[in-house]
């Protein structure tokens, strides 16, 4: 990256955004010191989350329940409105914010229904050892999020990224030519 945009450049980077590979972000602790030494680095939550939230899919039960389908999406939109425009504007919001969601977890995992009770246990260990240890690299009060193409992620690309491959009427696919890729994408543009 240094030989490809220059050093210089990379000195006046204030914000590197990467997905959850802990092979592209630990280069980056490593050389962040004499490459971008004015940069943090911020986890794009759309990995964070949405993919944080597929791989804990095995764990969950009854995932097609109505029911169930409300606790993921109240617990995922609750946990986006801390990174994303409009939301979480400071700390003390997010340590308020934190509570309510603690407690409303700490209420469904007494629940009679075995299913929201028990997923309410994978989500509060979802939260606190996947969500909560990387909190410098997501909740950045001063700066705004990105909604981009009705996909909540750090950003912009990544939205464009996501609607390509699955939310349109034929998605690009990793076995396609390059040339179908392309054309498939000019139909969808």
């Known amino acids: ?18 997905d959850g590979d802990v092979n592209i ?20 939550v759309y990995h964070l ?7 804990l899919g095995p764990k969950l039960v009854q995932r097609e329940a109505t029911n169930v389908k409300a606790q993921l999406a109240t617990f995922k939109n609750w946990v986006f409105s801390w990174m994303q425009l409009g939301g979480v504007e400071s700390e003390q919001e997010f340590e308020m914010s934190l509570k309510f969601l603690s407690n409303w977890l700490d209420g469904l995992k007494n629940s009679h229904d075995p299913a ?8 509060e260990i979802f939260l606190l050892k996947s969500i909560l240890p990387h909190k410098k690299k997501w909740l950045f009060p001063e700066r705004a999020g990105l909604l981009s193409l009705g996909q909540k992620t750090t950003s912009a690309l990544e939205g464009v990224n996501q609607t390509i491959k699955f939310k349109s009427s034929k998605r690009v696919a990793p076995n396609m030519t390059l040339l179908e890729s392309l054309k498939t994408q000019d139909v969808q543009v």
Not at 116 to 123: D, E, R
């Open 1 to 18: 990256i240094p030989t490809l945009l220059g050093e210089n450049n990379l000195k006046r980077v204030q914000l590197l955004l990467t």
């Open 25 to 44: 972000f630990s280069s980056f602790e490593i050389y962040r010191r004499d490459l971008y030494p004015n940069s943090i680095h911020g986890l794009c």
């Open 49 to 55: 989350v949405n993919k944080g939230l597929e791989r």
């Open 116 to 123: 929201i009770s028990s997923n309410a246990l994978q989500l």
